[in-house]
């Protein structure tokens, strides 16, 4: 399966960027989905995830109310809309296919496939 995340750049804070995360080569809709995002010298961490069904999503505390995660499955696409941005969302951000046999959506490791990631930089 390949990932293509866009939609990064740079952003005041205060401002919203939406990132979207096309998938190809699999059943989209039959996987969950993640974002993550990886800031320099940093572990790379978790921010959102969503269900195969959308039914579901699950957010980091620093980003919880800010961020929404959604899907278009017809698409096969993931978004991540990211409003009232602050200078520590600085990141690579990047898109994962979860792995259906987990049922945790926050570690790195129970995801298989992951995308080339975006930059995204907000300035204070």
């Known amino acids: 399966v390949q990932l293509q995340a866009s939609g990064g750049g740079l952003v005041q804070a205060g401002g919203s960027l939406r990132l979207s995360c096309v998938a190809s080569?699999?059943?989209?809709?039959?996987?969950?989905m993640g974002w993550f995002r990886q800031a320099p010298g940093k572990e790379r961490e978790f921010v959102a995830a969503?269900?195969?069904?959308?039914?579901?999503?699950y957010y980091a505390d620093s980003v919880k109310g800010r961020f929404t995660t959604s899907r278009d499955n017809a698409k096969n696409t993931v978004y991540l809309q990211m409003n009232s941005l602050k200078p520590e969302d600085t990141a690579v951000y990047f898109c994962?296919?979860?792995?259906?046999?987990?049922?945790?959506?926050?570690?790195?490791?129970?995801?298989?496939?992951w995308g080339q990631g975006t930059q995204v930089t907000v300035s204070s």
């Open positions: 994962a296919v979860h792995r259906p046999s987990s049922s945790n959506y926050y570690l790195t490791t129970r995801y298989d496939y």
């Open positions: 080569g699999r059943t989209f809709s039959s996987y969950g």
């Open positions: 969503i269900s195969w069904t959308g039914g579901s999503t």
